[in-house]
C-alpha cells in the first residue's frame, strides 16, 4: 500500500543501473521526504528491474515502483509518459523529481502536457520552504546572473534536476526497500523509435582503474604550473596515493600531456567533490564552473593574483612541488 | 513533405530587463533578436525537405507583431512562409500554456510531417516546448540533435545522451529539437532576400485556434516565479600563510579535520 503525497523520483537507467544524476535524485529525495515524514518512492521503467530496483532501495528509496515490460527496455517518450502518468494518477505522490538528462527532459515536458502539470526546468536547488506541501524550486536564469524561485501549482510538483548538484546516498546493501510491481497498460501505443547505435561518448566515459571524477570525494588536479609532463604525473602519483581522483585543466590538455577525459572544467568535467585541491591552477573562468559545485576548494599557486584565490575557500601562496609531500601525509586515509 | 519550424523572438542577452513586480521580461524597447537555435532548425528542415525531394517549411511563431522581423530571416534562408500567433491573452504563459498555443496551431496547419525548433529559447532556457508539442501531437521527439537526416520516410539523428552518442530513427511525423552546432546555416541568396522583404504573415489569434483565453496566458500556467535573487556568494576564502608550504598544509588539513570536512 503506497499512500498518496509522497515523494517520488525517476529512476533513469542506463545499461540496467540506475543512472548517476538517478543516485543524485535519490540523496536528495530522501531529504525532501524526511522533511515531511513521507516516504521516497523510486519509479523504474524496463525489461527487468529486479537488480535495479535493489540499487534504489540500497541508495535510499524505501519504495521501488517496478513497470516492467519489454517494450519499455528502451526510453521511448510516448510510452514512459503513458505508463508513468498512469501511475501518477494512481499513487497521487507530492513531487516527482527528474534527472535532466536528453530523456529526462523530454519525459518532464511530455508529462507536463499529457497531464496539465507545470513543470519547471533545471532545478539547482529545492526545498520545503513552509509547513505546506508546496516546493521552492530554483533555478539559474538570465544566463545565469540571478536565480529564480519558481512554484508549481500543480500537482504532482514536477521538474527536471541539473546533474552534479546533489550527492547520492552511500550505497547501503543491507537496507531493506519494498518493491511494488506495476501492471503496465501501454494503451494500444507501440515502439516506433529505434536505437540504431549507441558509441560510449569519451567525455562521458572515464577510464577504467582510475577513480572516477563524477564521484569522488577528493580530487587533486593539476595545472599549468606543474611546468612538464613529468611535473604533472607528481600530481597525479598523489592523488593516486591519498585515493583521490585525478583531474588537470585545459591547458594540460591541449599541451597533449593529459587526455580530455581527465580535463575538469565546462569543456570537460563538471565536478562535486567534498574537496577539490587545485595544485598550479590558474582559475579561468571555464575552470571555475566546471569546480561551482565543489564543497572546499583548496588552491597551490605561486602567483597570488591567481583568479582561482577568489574562489579558492584555502589558498596556499607558493610551489605546489614542496606542498606535495605534506599533502600525501596529511590527506593519506588513515588505514 | 511539410515542415513547422517554431521560432522564438529573444531579447538580446546582455541587454535584459526585469519587471520588478512581475519578474517576467521586460520585452518593450528591448533589442531583440531570432533565437539563435531556431536559425539552426530552419536550416535543418530546409535540408530535410530537399533530401525528401520537396514540401513546404512554415515558420510557425508565438509573439507580437515585431516578432515578424525575426521570421523574415528564416524566408531570407529559403523557407515558403509563416504564420504569427498573436493575442494579448498570451501574455504570461509558461511552457505548459505555450505548449498548447503552438499545438494548436500546428493542428490548424494540418498534415504536418515535421516540426523542427531550436534545442531550447535563450530567455526561456527551458527546453520544454519540443516534448510538451510532441506530446500534444503524438509525435516522437528526437532532441538535442546534433546532425539529422532523411530516407525512406524516416529521420535519422545522431545526439549526446547519458550513456554517449546515439543514433536514433523516427517515422514521421517528428518533432526534432536542434543544436546550435548541428549545421552551417546558408547564406541568403538574393530572390530569398526579396521574398523576406515583401512576405505577409497571416496573424492567427487565440480564437483562429479555437483556445480559450483561460487556457493559456498565466491562468493556462502550472508555474510561478516568485522571487529573483542574486547568485549565492561563496563564503571569502582565506589565505593560509604558514612557515613553509608544509606548514601551511598541515594547517589546513587541520582546519578541515576540525570541520570534518576529511
Not at chain 1, 538528462?101 to 520552504?129: F, T, W
Not at chain 1, 587533486?220 to 602519483?237: D, H, I, L, T
Not at chain 2, 539563435?36 to 520537396?54: F, M, R, S, T, V
Request: with cysteine; glycine share 10%; hydrophobic share 40%.
Amino acid at each position: 500500500m503506497i499512500e498518496k503525497n509522497n515523494v517520488w523520483v525517476f529512476v533513469e537507467l542506463v545499461a540496467g543501473k540506475p543512472s548517476q544524476l538517478s543516485l543524485e535524485l535519490l540523496g536528495k529525495g530522501r531529504e525532501l521526504a524526511n522533511a515531511k515524514n513521507k516516504k521516497l518512492v523510486g519509479l523504474l521503467l524496463g525489461d527487468k528491474l529486479q537488480e535495479a530496483a535493489k540499487e534504489v532501495e540500497g541508495y535510499g528509496a524505501d519504495i521501488a515502483v517496478c513497470c516492467q515490460d519489454s517494450a519499455l527496455a528502451a526510453f521511448e517518450g510516448r510510452l514512459y509518459t503513458k505508463v508513468t502518468g498512469d501511475v501518477l494518477k494512481k499513487y497521487e505522490p507530492n513531487v516527482l523529481l527528474i534527472g535532466g538528462s536528453a530523456n529526462g527532459r523530454e519525459l518532464g515536458g511530455r508529462l507536463s502536457a499529457q497531464m496539465n502539470l507545470g513543470l519547471v526546468a533545471d532545478c539547482v536547488d529545492c526545498m520545503y520552504e513552509s509547513d505546506n506541501d508546496d516546493i521552492t524550486w530554483v533555478r539559474p536564469a538570465y544566463t545565469g546572473k540571478l536565480f529564480v524561485k519558481i512554484f508549481t501549482t500543480t500537482r504532482p510538483q514536477l521538474a527536471t534536476i541539473s546533474d552534479k548538484i546533489f550527492r547520492g546516498n552511500v550505497f547501503d546493501a543491507s537496507r531493506q526497500g519494498e518493491t511494488v510491481v506495476e501492471n503496465v497498460d501501454l494503451g494500444g501505443l507501440t515502439g516506433t523509435q529505434k536505437i540504431l547505435s549507441l558509441t560510449a561518448d569519451s567525455s562521458v566515459e572515464q577510464p577504467v582503474s582510475e577513480v572516477n571524477l563524477e564521484t569522488a570525494d577528493i580530487i587533486v588536479s593539476a595545472g599549468r604550473g606543474v611546468g612538464s609532463k613529468e611535473g604533472m604525473e607528481k600530481v597525479q602519483a598523489l592523488a593516486k596515493s591519498i585515493g583521490a581522483a585525478f583531474g588537470v585543466s585545459k591547458p594540460l590538455v591541449d599541451e597533449g600531456w593529459a587526455p580530455h577525459e581527465w580535463q575538469v572544467g565546462v569543456t570537460g568535467k563538471k565536478v562535486a567533490p567534498k574537496v577539490y585541491i587545485a595544485l598550479g591552477i590558474s582559475g579561468a573562468i571555464q575552470h571555475q564552473l566546471g569546480i561551482k559545485e565543489a564543497k572546499v576548494v583548496v588552491a597551490v599557486n605561486t602567483d597570488k593574483e591567481a583568479p582561482i584565490f577568489q574562489r579558492a575557500n584555502y589558498g596556499i601562496v607558493g610551489d605546489l612541488f614542496k606542498a606535495i609531500p605534506e599533502i600525501e601525509k596529511q590527506f593519506k586515509p588513515k588505514v | 513533405m511539410k515542415i513547422v519550424v517554431l521560432v522564438k523572438q529573444v531579447p538580446a542577452v546582455s541587454n535584459v530587463q526585469l519587471d520588478p513586480v512581475t519578474h517576467n521580461l521586460v520585452r518593450t524597447g528591448a533589442p531583440a533578436m531570432l533565437n539563435p537555435a531556431d536559425l539552426h532548425a530552419a536550416e535543418a528542415a530546409l535540408q530535410i525537405k530537399e533530401q525528401a525531394g520537396g514540401g513546404t517549411v512554415t515558420i510557425l511563431c508565438m509573439g507580437s507583431p515585431a516578432a515578424t522581423e525575426v521570421m523574415r530571416e528564416c524566408i531570407a534562408i529559403g523557407a515558403n512562409d509563416g504564420i504569427l500567433v498573436c493575442d494579448g491573452g498570451v501574455r504570461g504563459s509558461d511552457t505548459l500554456a505555450t505548449g498548447k498555443v503552438l499545438a494548436k496551431a500546428i493542428e490548424k496547419i494540418g498534415g504536418v510531417d515535421a516540426v523542427f525548433t531550436g534545442k531550447k529559447s535563450l530567455d526561456g532556457d527551458t527546453g520544454q516546448i519540443p516534448p510538451a508539442v510532441a506530446q500534444r501531437l503524438g509525435m516522437n521527439l528526437l532532441s538535442y540533435v546534433e546532425s539529422v537526416s532523411f530516407a525512406d520516410g524516416k529521420l535519422q539523428a545522431t545526439r549526446k545522451n547519458n550513456s554517449g552518442v546515439e543514433t536514433i530513427e523516427a517515422p514521421t511525423p517528428v518533432v526534432v529539437s536542434v543544436m546550435e552546432t548541428a549545421n552551417t546555416v546558408r547564406t541568403p541568396n538574393l530572390k530569398g532576400k526579396m521574398s523576406a522583404k515583401k512576405v505577409v504573415f497571416p496573424v492567427w489569434t487565440l480564437a483562429d485556434i479555437n483556445l480559450a483565453p483561460e487556457a493559456v496566458g498565466s491562468s493556462g500556467s502550472g508555474t510561478k516565479v516568485t522571487e529573483l535573487f542574486e547568485p549565492p556568494k561563496h563564503e571569502q576564502g582565506v589565505i593560509i600563510s604558514g612557515a613553509d608550504e608544509a606548514a601551511s598544509i598541515q594547517e589546513l588539513a587541520d582546519t578541515l579535520r576540525s570541520k570534518k570536512v576529511i
